[in-house]
């Protein structure tokens, strides 16, 4: 075969003009060839020119200020907003003294049973052990007011993305319009949400609930619009055949035979809420993700772990149970089973709570901040540094942090701006099309108008060395799981965990491992993205079409040949979403690694919030979202544009 | 019902559909009407799927809608309820007219006149056998308990006694077939439209569902207008077969009178390995009996295939009388019938001219 290719290979080769790729750098190269130096001699420098940059201080700082003179008297916040806080504040402590009054043993059994109604016993005995370890370590209160702010925050989110995902299901319109901006707001860091927030609500619970809404309602819509608009034609069709009206067309076939997409919503949003609800305690969520806030600012890793193990819990448990009820394999019980089960929660609950001991005593909890500490302790004593031949955790984040990070921080910051801007252009348009090359480039080039060009790049240099890390180690994870199948069956497990975990709680070994700093929010961005890139390559791997797999070996191709010539390249598209993927997710860490010394965009945001600074927080939440849009256009594959035009 | 004995069920007339942008032009137009597909496509970005189609279904008929994928077929039979809204041309059912009734008069056509067999069945995944049937019923608003009474008939009647309580996804495909039939026929309608029901299924059970439309017909004399690829389905059931190509019909016409006398080489090549003796019927090849042979022979009816008369003139050796009600018609003997087995014309035979019917 290869000697039938290889002459016709090489015929082609004078032809390289008529090679896409080319054509495009050529085109683009032409372009900067005139550009370039018009550029260069009218701005010269090597950072983004003053000249072009627009200072918002004032005009935010102005805003911010009238927003706070005028919270109280104004009839937009007397009448509207003020409703929504209030209404926000009243929910959540309702559902709070709702919980609290059910008592730690009534809300352990009220959730087990609703486990074991929609998982199995097997769940329902887990969910029991995950409440009573967040009891154990000490953190009941401060997961039901999680829990509490939850609630409400999931409610409000699959409320609104069901009537989104309804209107874009249903009518084409809606879609085209809701589409690119669900899948815009699907790309940007958790961060970015909680500056505009604030800005009308202040820092509160008003504002975590609904920053939180806002993150965590885009993967209901995305998916309530998907099933309906998923749904098996000719079902519909032979609905209509038989004379159904629109709503009975609804009711009675397009929303059943959404279920799973529905589920799947439902899923996605509680998974997306508990992430922001963590991250929102920067914005007065209180909680769990409070208690881990305080501790990481103080370098409490014992506290941090304490609360931080909770998060995790109810974060597998909530996942496990949705994902059960998505795939409807609920074992059938009896309804008096049902009753009578539900009827012992309940006793339960009565009965500690007759018996005074509502609140989880105190005499059961276990400190382990403090032996966690002990451990971390003696970590940073002996393996910090001076381990023989490996040297010390902290060692290598410092080599890191010398050889990787500055040397990419100062490249990007020496580069000309002009130059960056090109790169963005070559990368993105070889990858996509023209369309995302241009948005890609314009949101480069807002955030040199910002005036936060500096920061975006040490940012950015932070994300391409995370990424770099993660695709190098994904990749290889990824071919072997999907070339062994042993592998890929001890991996699963550990990714569906990882994948589970919302993002913040990350910080905390990293900060216990490499101390504060940038490498650590690095290292936490890869181990947060790395489960989505592993799995996806494996995915894509082993879909590539047996046939051709089959017809390969039949030809007696070796095993790495296989790989290299049939695997990788039927692969390229997942591969290419992996990427994406990567991207995405590693951007959103680098920058909640504000808070762990990651410094740049993150720290700015974090910085804002806390002095009250907003204008210097909103510019940089600005950044942000240019940044995530850039990195996400850059890495956007053509087809994917291509598909949706069909 | 009041409607005459002689008024068609459906009685279409210069239908058409075109799919594009400004497609109701295409009908217009002569000069656009008249072009082939391609250049169609090329001038005006638009597709003829049916193009200027007449024809009337009989009360009690089956009526078969045949064509190669692409022919228009599938498109034709929705253009009947308007699941498809058609381009140009009149649809009446029972003599009134389809595209001027209203969403409320439309939606009662669909749901006790005209019920339809999917190709993919179409069921509700969610539901049970017994409420995938009873499903039209609900549509219709008829309480829960009598629509499941109702159901549970069909579903015996389809011989799916014992499956009332399974989910599609737990039934074969032949089974998930009778389902939708079941579904349409618990509606009770005048009309069964079927759209390729048996094509996504096995030979052998299509054999048995092909069987079992025939039972039902033969039953209950329903009205049934039956869309298929396949010319042995289509000679099998049909009454009456209208055959498409790129959205005409290019004859229209009995199984027989397609077989025996197609009306152009593309028919011809069509029904060129059908095994004409089934097909064809001794009135092709009788010819008028001389006195001595109106007396003796083995009789055969006017109806009775050529290959049934072959069978009856090899046990006796002499020519076949064909009987009508006692009287002869005529006989049929070997050559004759060898000559229909090889495809010769039979010119000589008489009473056999084919009648073409309008298209």
Known sequence: MATVTAPALRATLPGVLKHRAVRKLLLLALVAAVLAPLAHARWHSGTWPAALTVDLTDPLTHVSDWIIDNRDSHPLFLYFFGHISNGVVLSVRAVYLFLLAAGWAGVTALAAFVAWRTAGVRLALGTAAAFLTCGLLG????????????????????????????????????????????????VLPAFAYLLPVVLVFGIGVPAAVLATVVYAAPPMARLTSLGLRGADKEVLEAVESLGATARQRLLTARIPLARRELLLGLNQTIMMALSMAVIASVIGGGGLGDRVYQALASVDVGAALAAGIPIVLLAVVLDRVTAAAGRGTEPAHGRPTTYALLAAAVAVAVAVRLAGR??????????????????????????????????????????????????????????????????????????????????????????????VWEPSMDTLSQVLAAVAVTLVLGFATGVAAARDDRVERLLRPVLDVFQTMPQFVYLIPVVALFGVGRAPAVAAAVVYALPA????????????????????????ATGGQQLRQVQLPLARPALLLALNQGVVLVLAVVIIGGLVGGGALGYDAVFGLAQGDLATGLVAGAAIVCLGLMLDRVTQPADRRAKKGA | MTVLPNTPVFSVEGLWKVFGPKSERVPLDPELAALPAAELRSRTGC??????????????????????????????????????????????????????????????????????VFQH???????????????????????????????????????????????????SGGQRQRVGLARALAVDPEVLLFDEPFSALDPLIRRDMQEEVIRLHREEGRTMVFITHDLNEALKLGDRIALMRDGRVVQLGTPEEIVGSPADDYVR??????????????????????????????????????????????????????????????????????GVVAGAAPGAAAGAEPRKEAV
């Open chain 1, 533 to 556: 890139v592993v799995r996806i390559t494996t995915q894509g791997l082993r879909q590539v079409d047996p046939a051709a797999l089959e017809s390969a070996r039949s030809l007696g």
């Open chain 1, 139 to 186: 953190m009941w209160v401060p997961t039901m007011q999680t829990l509490a702010l939850m609630v409400v925050a999931v409610l409000a989110s699959v409320a609104v993305g069901a009537v989104l995902g309804l209107a874009a299901g249903l009518s084409d319109r809606m879609d085209r319009a809701l589409r690119p901006v669900l899948d815009t707001m699907q």
């Open chain 1, 358 to 451: 509502l609140d989880w005593p105190d005499a059961w909890t276990v400190a382990v901040a403090e032996p966690v500490n002990r451990v971390v302790d003696w970590m940073t004593d002996h393996l910090y540094s001076g381990v023989p031949v490996i040297g010390g955790t902290a060692d290598w984040a410092g080599r890191f942090t010398t050889w990787v990070l500055d040397p990419v921080r100062d490249g990007l910051q020496g580069l000309p701006w002009w130059s960056v801007l090109l790169l963005v252009a070559a990368l993105a348009w070889l990858i996509g099309t023209w369309r995302t090359a241009l948005t890609a480039v314009l949101a480069m080039a807002a955030i040199g108008v910002l005036g």
């Open chain 2, 269 to 338: 090549e069509f029904v060129r390995d059908v095994p004409r003796e089934q097909v064809l019927t001794v009135r092709t090849a009788m010819r008028a009996a001389t006195h001595a042979e109106a007396g003796t022979g083995a009789a055969v009816t006017p109806d009775a295939t050529v290959s049934e008369a072959i069978e009856a003139v090899a046990r006796t050796g002499t020519p076949a009388r064909v009987m009508d009600n006692g009287r002869c018609l005529g006989v049929v003997d070997s050559d004759a019938l060898l």
């Open chain 2, 47 to 116: 597709t003829a799927a049916v193009r200027d189609v007449s024809f009337d279904v009989r009360k009690g008929e089956v009526f078969v809608v045949m064509g190669l994928s692409g022919s228009g077929k599938s498109t034709l039979v929705r253009c009947l309820t308007r699941l498809i809204e058609p381009t140009a041309g009149a649809i009446a059912v029972d003599g009134e007219d389809v595209r001027a009734m209203d969403r409320t008069r439309l939606r009662e056509l669909r749901r006790h006149r005209a019920a339809m």
């Open chain 2, 121 to 171: 069945f179409g069921l509700l995944p969610h539901r049970t056998v017994l409420d995938n049937v009873a499903y039209g019923l609900e549509i219709q608003g008829v309480g829960k308990a009598e629509r499941r009474e109702r159901a549970r008939e069909v579903v015996t009647k389809v011989g799916l006694e014992g499956m009332e309580h399974r989910r599609p996804g737990q039934l």
